[in-house]
């Protein structure tokens, strides 16, 4: 069966930095597109960084410059550096592998960014 299991979240300092990871088992990752969501209290999920099987990248405005997605698909991995953090990046993080129409999701991981 498929599983993606986030880790890696935790409560940083505005500014601080944290490193996401999402382990896949039962997929061949590769040819997946991998994506990091995440949701706040009261607010849809939405898209932050994502890539395709082919390595191509593409992040929300609001994390440009800031937020780096990769894959290390010996480890069947997609990870998700958060650098200079802020208060709005407080969410749930979710990971997701996708091909064609379907999604896979992970459970989640909470990021808090305060003081």
């Known amino acids: 069966q498929v599983q993606l299991v986030e880790s890696g979240g935790g409560l940083v300092q505005p500014g601080g930095s944290l490193r996401l990871s999402c382990a896949a088992s039962?997929?061949?990752?590769?040819?997946?597109?991998k994506g990091w969501y995440r949701q706040a209290p009261g607010k849809q999920r939405e898209l932050v960084a994502a890539i395709t099987s082919g390595d191509k990248t593409n992040y929300a405005d609001s994390v440009k410059g800031r937020f780096t997605i990769s894959t290390e698909y010996a480890k069947n991995t997609v990870y998700l550096q958060m650098n200079s953090l802020k208060p709005e990046d407080t969410a749930v993080y979710y990971c997701?592998?996708?091909?064609?129409?379907?999604?896979?999701w992970g459970q989640g991981t909470q990021v808090t960014v305060s003081s």
């Open positions: 997701s592998a996708g091909i064609g129409g379907y999604d896979y």
């Open positions: 039962g997929i061949i990752f590769s040819i997946y597109r």
